[in-house]
């Protein structure tokens, strides 16, 4: 059996391809038939793989990754690809078809033995391989009714991916538009062999991140932090890709939703009585990981911090415990707020009704991301807010969700709450009377150079709960047992 795997780790079955091609072909004739108006003949999906990328001007490229709805449905590894689905409209039948580049000859002096069309169908079980300058003679031969190509905007990024080009267009009746929120719901729902590639990413980050934990002191730089994760992801786990820059953050470089960017490299040294906040996440056959945990540099809990972690893994345990098919993901964030602010004000932080509180955004002071996002091939993951979702919520509090939907099993989601004292947003809250008048200054001033806490976990959500793919130590005890065993 055909499948992707890096020496001994995890094999991915090409069939797990083979039946996302199986899956979206039967979506798209169970969804779209009426409005396709096609009675027979030849439908054709056809999808552009990506390309390499240089380095501004230079010969040298980027490591290659690949598009990641063309690895979804041929799990292809190398550039510059066309993929098609053909489907018979009457039969249901759909024939898969790789176009590879026709690289020159010379090539094989750089960059090793070619293969031949026959090689790349039997390592990816499609039906049919030709090069890419055959497409338009595989198209006129084929005479399909109707093209599907790909295009869409991306709700994280707000980038809107362009239909592909290829030769003979202009023969054919082209949709760009159908196709993108069919695919983009196939891949929100995990298939079972996509679970076992996520939960083997997960282990391999969690054990990742349990190494790091066991050798920060203070001292160390953040950095010494992510090269060691990144060498245990590809080392051990056979991870090239990193699915995301890692976050390093120490002191209050852990209240930076999002350092470790080119201009803070993570490159603070690590000092005694801090607390560290590191969000990483491997990336293994495209799928990935994103975990984080929050630990004393030291090995051992203040009572001050004691107070923000265990407010934060309240708030977490409340969604696990509540999280399952059917429950909207908006009142697992309100959940999550609500209990994060019984847990400040138990703390004396604040005070007065925590549903009052809540109301008023107050949570969205110390919390001021959603609670998480879908995670497949994507790390921010697609499927948040297609058409037929509900939209993005209006309020400022709730406006930074990923995705506002009702949870389905076989969804996987990270659940990530956290608590952050960041300079703008404390100024903010105690220049407003309607905010100021829960908080409790002397207190919350104290935490002014705290920075945050943040706990993530990896979760698949069942039709009666939660499965957490992320193994860590989540309580203090276990975060200080573990620090202390080297």
Not at 203 to 208: G, H, L, P, Y
Not at 237 to 250: E, F, L
Not at 349 to 374: I, R
Not at 432 to 459: A, M, T
């Amino acid at each position: 059996m055909a499948c992707f795997q890096m020496g001994s780790c995890h094999a991915v079955p090409m069939t797990l391809f083979k039946n996302n091609r199986n899956k979206v072909c039967k979506a798209i004739l169970d969804n779209s038939q009426e409005s396709l108006k096609l009675s027979s003949g030849q439908l054709i999906i056809l999808l552009e793989g990506g390309k390499d990328q240089s380095l501004y001007n230079t010969d040298v490229d980027y490591v290659f990754r690949q598009e990641s709805y063309f690895q979804y449905m041929f799990g292809a590894k190398e550039p510059g690809c066309y993929g098609i689905v053909s489907i018979d409209v009457k039969t249901a039948q759909a024939t898969s078809v790789l176009f590879v580049p026709r690289l020159p000859e010379e090539y094989e002096t750089w960059m090793g033995a070619l293969l031949k069309p026959e090689e790349f169908k039997a390592m990816y079980e499609v039906d049919e391989v030709y090069y890419v300058d055959e497409l338009e003679a595989y198209l006129e031969k084929t005479t399909p009714k109707l093209i599907l190509t790909l295009s869409g905007t991306n709700s994280d990024s707000g980038l809107t991916m362009q239909p592909p080009e290829f030769a003979g267009k202009d023969k054919y009746v082209t949709n760009c538009d159908l196709l993108y929120p069919i695919i983009s719901e196939c891949r929100v729902i995990k298939s079972k062999e996509e679970i076992e590639v996520l939960r083997y990413v997960a282990k391999v980050s969690s054990d990742a991140h349990i190494k790091v934990m066991q050798f920060i002191r203070p001292g160390r730089m953040e950095y010494e932090g992510e090269s060691l994760f990144l060498h245990h992801a590809y080392a051990v786990g056979g991870c090239r890709h990193a699915s995301y820059t890692c976050i390093c953050g120490s002191g209050i470089n852990s209240a930076i939703l999002h350092y470790g960017h080119a201009g803070a490299p993570n490159n603070r040294p690590i000092q005694d009585g801090e607390m560290c906040l590191f969000d990483m996440g491997a990336n293994y056959c495209g799928y990935a990981a994103d975990i984080t945990c929050s630990f004393p540099a030291n090995g051992k809990f203040t009572e001050d911090q004691k107070f923000i972690y265990n407010a934060v893994l309240a708030a977490r345990n409340a969604v696990m415990e509540t999280a399952r098919d059917g429950v909207s993901w908006v009142d697992m964030h309100k959940l999550a707020g609500k209990v994060l602010l019984e847990q400040l004000k138990a703390g004396g932080m604040l005070t007065g009704d925590v549903d009052e509180m809540l109301e008023a955004g107050v949570s969205g002071v110390f919390q001021p991301h959603g609670l998480g996002h879908l995670i497949g091939l994507d790390v921010h993951d697609v499927g948040g807010y297609l058409p037929t979702e509900p939209r993005r919520p209006s309020e400022a509090w709730l406006s930074k969700l990923r995705f506002a939907r009702i949870l389905k099993a076989g969804m996987y989601v990270t659940i990530e709450p956290g608590c952050y004292f960041i300079k703008q947003l404390m100024d903010k809250a105690l220049a407003d009377p309607q905010i100021r008048k829960y908080i409790n200054v002397e207190v919350f001033e104290r935490f002014r150079n705290f920075g945050g806490v943040r706990i993530e976990d990896d979760v698949l959500i069942t039709k009666t709960g939660t499965e957490n793919f992320a193994i860590v130590p989540r309580t203090v005890e276990e975060i200080e047992a573990t620090m202390a065993s080297k």
